[in-house]
């Protein structure tokens, strides 16, 4: 008759012949940016609210254009919320509308710092348009994550031999390897970039001299990384 094995039990804390050590490791490290995003918001006015839409279509699409010429600088462009409200005043009684604002904004994310300073110049030359931003990231697929993941094991398993050898024993085997976290950032630089009134030009022409290119620093982002490992140790002599 065949006899089932007794399960061993688990431990959490250790034995006296399994004795376990717990060990944090972290890593922080500091790494140029590899993008930044900046909005775009564009805005018309006007007392016909046709005028209002086709005068938003036509800068959203001069805008549009300007922003694609830059190519491979451009890693996304994406188009949030349209609004067209009106603009209510009253008069005795009775409300009536007193002109139509219109507004579209843009978020567009590069990877060429250079050509992001002359962008953001020359978007914040045309009328009624406002420029937020930059805003410097790290792309979610950065190698700098996966290095920061592994310096942190490194120092936790450095870390327990430490205490190893402490003890004058050694490490045996690895238990339990625990993710407590790895964040980026949050370091964001802001410039805003802001041209709301109508010039001389008039209500339906956009600046054609290109402003001098914006003087950008980008900011150093910080990636921490944090784990924790359980490893048991050979039984130590402690006589």
Known sequence: M????TPTTHHPYGTPTTPHVTVRGEAHLEVDPEIAHITITLTARSTDRRTTLDDLTRRNTT????????????????????TIRPELTRHGRAERIRAY????????????FTALGELIARLANHDLTRVDGPWWA????????ATARRQAVQEALQRAREYAEALDTRLDALLEL???????GPHMARAGFSTQAMTHRGAGTEATTDAAPVDLEPVRQTIDAQVEASFTLAPPNLG
């Open 2 to 5: 065949t006899q089932t094995p």
């Open 63 to 82: 805008t549009l254009d300007l922003i694609k010429t830059y190519g491979d600088a451009i890693d996304k462009l994406e188009t949030g919320t349209l």
């Open 101 to 112: 604002h219109g507004s579209i904004q843009l978020t567009a994310t590069l990877n060429d």
């Open 138 to 145: 790290l792309r979610p697929t950065s190698p700098h994550h």
């Open 178 to 184: 625990n993710d407590t976290g790895t964040h980026s």
